[in-house]
């Protein structure tokens, strides 16, 4: 420490002299320390881990014990998070109270608690909702529910619901029918784990747990050990126990007792990955402001050498700097990240269904992230450190500037790396089925990123040599770039890794979107739009007259747009009632029918006298059209034309039943007709029985949706939506191709704007950087004339060629874990459509990476510079 | 005849209250087409505050200073930039040339930062080297050349295009005597060529080479003279 003693006081007398230049450092180290600790606390805010989530899945129960049926189960510490498995299940022999008391004792009490959904009727409306049956007078059942106004059920009948229950609709004294009784409203609180969704409190008697087998309590028995945990697991028992929580075992996560593979090493392995390319980032931004600080500290260490000093200690003032800078970075990072988490989290909880647990510091990871911080800013100071102890002593003394010239191994070093990054973004594309695939390929994208490091001096320099036929501005900014290539090269680089990364994830991101649309089914004939309707209703209602509703819909259709077609779909009724689902089919027997895919609305099997009233075109349409005027019932199927006998079926499917029950069988001659899915999409039905012989067969032919043909353009289908929607229970669904989801254009929004920013960073720091050290350079300019918005077209210059240069060599590293990861993401999807792998390039998007921005960022370097010439002061 | 800069009743006074300094108390200066004047004086007399002014580099705080008949205040940034690229040239003690140009492209500057062709002003940018004889090494760069060459370069550069005020600031302060007086021997050929010449210097040696010296005490002309004693006005900063 004794030597580094000067060293840190000489750096820290000079980050206070210059600071602008600390400044920037601190902004480029602090900024990814703030985002990091601040999400760092958020998360760990969120999380109700442990003893903090006790109290709100026990109340004040010591143990919470469910069983789904016995037989062996196998749980992790904390099973209320899913941490839990049924080996085996024994629905015959459930873990009864009786089970429960012999492991924890004849004296333990146990309260039942019992958990479902339920559905309510609210006007036209059915609104769907969580229940939890327990006495919520019992002691036990405290804090499980914080009443805030009325009172807590103490009549049969009587439920206390939370406030999301009261955004649906309902209001404290309401009454709903829940499963054929009738309940009131008589409490408003706050659920202790749920806030977003609804969720209503009751005895177990009026909200039951749905399912027979499952059984739950909250048990009162002191603490509940591991042991006993275990021995309940044995019997079928699911165990969360505050004992357990407060002190955990070291037990095996739950995958690894069950014996699979977790996939944690590959995690870590890309967890550090990530890491390791932010430290890259954050090292090449930071390193110009070491370059330039080493360059002025370049006459003081040259006197340093001369008068006997040490590369060492030459090298600690650089490094000291970095230390100094990179303490106070990571210091101000922290307390800015934890203060903005705090304000943060009330925002935050708003789009988090869940109660977040009080705020919390997780100490172990602010370490590593100020760690993070420091180490940052140290290894960005080690190159300028490094070179500014091997200066030319002599040189400098006599004023020269300057760099030395690149060493030509370097270069070679750095494209045999970018020659292993392909080979090994190759081998990870190509083993992409065999799991360690984007492993491979994000390592290589690594050492493609250092490889170009390595290469971006000699292509400055390149740049430099051929930029005689320049203008004189960015001749000038192109040749003093490559003769200060310290301060030049990491900011290059900064830019080049941000290009390359927004590139590579660019490429990944269109790839998997091309497949999205090459596997898109259409689910109608292209532009035409389909009414569908179903009935919201709840067990016991009448279900209202479909014919009836059918008119109202083309009613409310015809005077939205009287323009439009409006086609019914009519099919065989299926209908969802308490006993089960009833649906007609028709099979071929000993014929694979093929059709992978059937069109989502409308019914399965249509009745329908010509093709063309359901949308069917081409050649099938007249094959289709031939086998109706036959009256034979047309099976479409992937791939097999020709007649053959069809079996038409009614089943029912009752809950709790595998096989369903056939109420009718007959054979009818049908003509099987090949659909190809590639040319129309998916199929509009699995069969279709003419009229007449749906007549004769005596079946139930109901309106199951409706086809609306003609110009459905944007205006149109909202008013036709808006108009179908006010029936309840139908909607309009129009066919328009494969619609780009939001989130994939918000996807390469991001992308962009996260790239423009990072580049605007990289580019702004060098320039600002190059244009002090250029202050000499400048004063001359302006002494033989230079007009003031010199300085500004000499800093617009630099920040070309920084960000040029950068673009170019970013983009054409990005195309190797790009092209690469889109292999594995986008092949190996069986379904409609070709199989790939797909890879698509967005153009646009690197063009305005590559050409755009770099033009834009000299644009608002070349404004916001300032245009005044320093004068030229003389040494005297 | 009409001179080529003058200085009228000019004063520059730098900060302000307690640490104002008076570099320069109402002088008046005057240098015609075909003189070498020499400045001097010793250190802070103002000697450096006059060239800067003289080439609009800096604005004097009273006065006026005139360049071929204008008056610089009358000028904005960019015409006093104009007028530093086409009517001044601009030799310093440290050379100041942009390292990152070679010897042409720095000669060629002003020429084309005045909007001239990048070839014209390459071949203007000839002529002036070819002048100061080094026509050679023109597309070296500075940190490729000697001092005296350098010194070259920067007289080639101050000289270029038909500028008629060279501002010379201690010339040959970094150069061994012989190189020296080369190139006091090129600024008395261009100032016998009709140019109107400057030159800050301490050396009296040095100042034999002008027609008139200027000797500056405090920031006021003490003296001015021809150039046959000079050592005489240079006894009293000799004395101390």
Not at chain 1, 114 to 122: D, E, F, K, S, V
Not at chain 1, 432 to 442: K, M, P, Q, V
Not at chain 1, 833 to 856: C, K, Q, S, T, Y
């Amino acid at each position: 420490m004794r030597g580094w003693r000067p060293a840190l006081l000489i750096a820290w007398r000079d980050a206070l002299r210059h600071r602008g230049r600390s400044a920037l450092v601190l902004v480029m180290i602090s900024l990814p320390v703030l985002a990091v600790s601040a999400a760092a606390v958020l998360i760990q805010t969120a999380e109700v881990s442990g003893t903090e989530g006790a109290d709100r899945t026990l109340g004040a129960a010591d143990a919470r014990v469910r069983t789904e049926g016995g037989g062996q189960v196998v749980q992790g510490v904390d099973p209320s998070r899913g941490e839990y498995a049924q080996l085996e299940v024994d629905p015959d022999d459930p873990l009864t109270a009786a089970d429960v008391r012999a492991v924890l004792g004849a004296d333990a009490r146990l309260v039942p608690i019992a958990t479902g959904w339920q559905r309510a009727r609210l006007g036209d409306r059915v609104v769907d909702f969580s229940t939890t049956g327990v006495d919520l007078g019992d002691p036990l059942a405290e804090g499980l529910f914080d009443l805030e106004r009325g009172h807590l059920p103490g009549a049969p009948g009587e439920v206390v619901v939370n406030d999301a229950m009261l955004a649906k609709g309902f209001a404290l004294g309401d009454e709903m029918q829940v499963g054929g009784s009738t309940l009131t409203i008589v409490g408003v609180g706050r659920d202790a784990t749920v806030r977003k969704y609804p969720v209503v409190l009751g005895a177990p008697a009026d909200l039951p747990d749905e399912s027979v087998d499952r059984r739950e309590w909250l048990v009162a028995a002191g603490p509940v050990s591991w042991a006993q945990v275990r021995e309940l697991n044995a019997a079928g028992g699911i165990v969360t126990s505050r004992a357990v929580l407060a002190d955990p075992p070291d037990v095996a996560s739950m995958a690894e007792q069950m014996g699979y593979d977790t996939g944690r090493n590959e995690m870590a392995a890309i967890v550090a990955l990530v890491i390791v390319m932010a430290l890259i980032e954050v090292v090449l931004l930071a390193g110009p402001a070491f370059a330039v600080a080493a360059r002025r500290h370049a006459r003081t260490l040259a006197l340093i050498a001369a008068s006997g000093g040490t590369p060492a200690q030459a090298r600690r003032v650089i490094l000291g700097s970095g230390v100094v800078l990179g303490l106070v970075a990571a210091g101000l990072g922290l307390v800015a990240g934890v203060v903005a988490a705090w304000l943060l989290v009330p925002a935050v909880q708003r789009f988090n269904g869940e109660w977040f647990g009080p705020f919390e510091l997780p100490w172990l990871y602010l370490l590593a992230i100020a760690v993070f911080g420091v180490l940052s800013a140290i290894l960005a100071a080690v190159v300028p450190a490094w070179l500014a102890s091997r200066q030319d002593v002599v040189a400098v003394l006599a004023g020269r500037r300057g760099d030395r010239r690149p060493r030509a191994s370097t270069p070679v070093v750095g494209v045999v790396m970018l020659g292993v990054g392909i080979a090994a973004s190759s081998y990870g594309a190509l083993t992409s089925d065999s799991g360690n695939g984007a492993l491979w390929i994000a390592g290589s994208a690594i050492v493609s990123v250092l490889g170009m490091v390595l290469v971006v001096p000699v292509v400055v320099s390149g740049v430099a040599r051929v930029s005689g036929r320049l203008p004189l501005t960015a001749r000038y900014a192109a040749r003093d770039a490559a003769r200060h290539r310290t301060r030049t090269v990491p900011a290059v680089a900064a830019v080049a890794a941000t290009v390359a990364g927004v590139v590579a994830l660019g490429i990944a991101n269109a790839s998997d979107e091309r497949q999205n649309e090459m596997t898109y089914m259409p689910n109608a004939p292209m532009g035409t739009g389909v009414v569908s309707w179903g009935p919201g209703v709840l067990p016991g209602e009448q279900a209202p007259d479909p014919d009836e509703v059918w008119d109202r819909i083309e009613a409310a259709v015809r005077s939205a747009a009287p323009e439009v077609g409006f086609q019914p779909i009519r099919g065989l009724e299926e209908s969802y009632d308490p006993e089960g689902w009833t649906s007609t089919n028709v099979e071929v027997p000993g014929q694979d029918q093929e059709l992978c895919c059937l069109r989502t609305y409308g019914p399965s099997v249509a009745i329908a006298d010509s093709a063309a009233e359901l949308g069917i075109e081409g050649d099938t349409a007249r094959r289709v059209d031939a086998a109706l005027d036959d009256g034979l019932v047309v099976v479409l199927n992937g791939s097999v034309d020709g007649r053959r006998d069809a079996v038409l079926s009614q089943q029912t499917y009752r809950e709790g039943v595998d096989e369903p029950a056939a109420s009718s069988r007959q054979t009818v001659p049908a003509e099987l007709v090949a659909w190809d899915q590639r040319a129309y999409g998916a199929a509009p039905a699995s069969s279709i029985i003419p009229t007449a012989t749906a007549a004769q067969l005596d079946l139930d032919v109901v309106v199951g949706s409706a086809r609306l043909t003609g110009d459905l353009d944007a205006a149109t289908s909202t008013r036709i939506k808006e108009a179908v929607e006010a029936v309840d229970g139908a909607s309009l669904y129009v066919e328009r191709g494969y619609q780009r989801p939001d989130e994939a254009v918000v996807i390469l929004l991001v992308l962009g704007a996260l790239g423009g920013v990072l580049m605007l960073g990289g580019t702004l720091t060098a320039t600002f950087l190059a244009l002090s050290d250029a202050r000499p350079d400048l004063a001359t300019l302006s002494a033989v004339g230079a007009a003031p918005r010199t300085r500004r077209r000499v800093a617009a210059s630099y920040a070309l060629v920084v960000g040029f240069v950068g673009a170019v060599l970013g983009a054409a590293v990005g195309f190797i874990p790009g092209v690469a990861i889109s292999r594995p993401l986008t092949s190996g999807y069986g379904g409609f459509g070709p199989d790939g792998p797909f890879l698509d390039v967005p153009w646009l998007l690197i063009a305005v990476i590559v050409l755009a921005l770099p033009l834009l960022t000299a644009a608002v370097v070349g404004m916001t510079a300032r245009s005044r010439l320093p004068l030229v002061a003389r040494l005297d | 005849m009409n001179a080529v800069v003058h200085l009228a009743a000019v004063s520059r006074v730098h900060g302000e209250g307690a640490t104002e300094v008076h570099a320069l108390r109402s002088v008046t200066f005057r240098a015609h087409p075909g003189e070498l004047v020499a400045v001097m004086g010793p250190s802070g007399s103002g000697k450096s505050t006059l060239l800067t002014l003289a080439g609009g580099l800096d604005a004097p705080t009273t006065g006026s200073v005139w360049i071929e008949g204008t008056d610089l205040a009358s000028l904005d940034n960019a015409g006093r930039a104009r007028m530093r690229r086409t009517s001044v040239g601009y030799v310093f003690q440290d050379f100041n040339l942009i390292p990152a140009l070679t010897a042409a492209e720095n000669v060629a500057l002003p020429r084309e930062l005045d909007g001239e062709k990048g070839k014209v002003a390459r071949r203007l940018a000839l002529t002036a080297l070819e002048e100061v004889g080094i026509a050679d090494l023109a597309d070296r760069f500075p940190d490729e050349m000697s001092g005296g060459q350098q010194q070259r370069v920067a007289i080639a550069r101050a000289i270029v295009g038909e500028r008629r005020l060279i501002l010379a600031d201690e010339p040959t302060g970094a150069l061994d005597t012989d190189t020296g007086e080369e190139i006091l021997r090129l600024l008395r050929a261009r100032c016998d060529a009709g140019a109107a010449g400057v030159m800050v210097t301490h050396e009296a040696r040095h100042a034999a080479w002008a027609d008139r010296v200027v000797f500056l005490r405090d920031g006021v002309v003490v003296d001015e003279t021809g150039a046959d004693e000079p050592e005489a006005l240079l006894a009293g900063e000799a004395g101390r």
